[in-house]
Each structure stands twice: as structure tokens, then as C-alpha cells.
């Protein structure tokens, strides 16, 4: 049973930089696709960032590209978003999740982590 992991949310101003993390519970960082997805009050969720594991390419949603990287360490079956120059609109829960190679449906995902950023 795949199981991931996040952490690292938590309250932070506008214009600082927070990392969230990602702890898969297999091997599959390697092949599998993870991608970060968030989740607003009041609103849907929405895709972030993606990193396509067999062929390290990484995509992201043009509200956070230039802003938030995400990368991946194999060795450590962990997956980073690392977020710079958080804007109030940042806020939301994180979820992270994982799936085969150009997924559309991701089958694993985690409980989620909440991020504020506060003015």
C-alpha cells in the first residue's frame, strides 16, 4: 500500500518562502509521477506543480511558475515543493500525489498540510 507524507505548512508572511515535503512510502519516486496539488476554503482544487519520475521533466500551473520548484530526491523516496514569494492567494492545504507516468487520475495521495500566508 503506497502512502505519502507531506509536511512542512505552516503560517508565514507575504513574500517569504516555505519547502513542503513529501515522503513516499515505496520506491516509485523514480518511475511514478508526483505532482502537488492545492485546495482553497470555498474553492476546488487545483493542480500545482508535477515532477514525471522516468523522465525528470517537471510542469507547473502558470499562478506559481517562477515562483515554486519542485524536485525530487530518489534516494530519500521524497518529492519537494519549494516555495518562493508567497503571496496571500498561496494559501490553501497542500495535498500531495502520486501516479503512473502522465496520469490524469492520481491513485495515491496524501492527508494534506495547510499553508497561510499571512499580510
Known amino acids: 500500500q503506497v502512502q505519502l507524507v507531506e509536511s512542512g505548512g505552516g503560517l508565514v508572511q507575504a513574500g517569504a518562502s516555505l519547502r513542503l515535503s513529501c515522503a513516499v512510502s515505496?520506491?516509485?519516486?523514480?518511475?511514478?509521477?508526483t505532482a502537488w496539488f492545492r485546495q482553497a476554503p470555498g474553492k476546488e482544487r487545483e493542480f500545482v506543480a508535477v515532477?514525471?519520475?522516468?523522465?525528470?521533466?517537471?510542469s507547473y500551473s502558470k499562478s506559481v511558475k517562477g515562483r515554486f520548484t519542485i524536485s525530487r530526491v530518489s534516494a530519500k523516496n521524497t518529492v519537494y515543493l519549494r516555495m518562493n514569494y508567497l503571496k496571500l492567494e498561496d494559501t490553501a492545504v497542500y495535498y500531495c500525489a502520486a501516479g503512473p507516468h502522465m496520469t490524469t487520475e492520481y491513485p495515491y495521495w496524501g492527508q494534506g498540510t495547510q499553508v497561510t500566508v499571512s499580510s
Open positions: 515505496e520506491g516509485i519516486v523514480s518511475t511514478y509521477d
Open positions: 515532477f514525471r519520475g522516468s523522465t525528470l521533466r517537471t
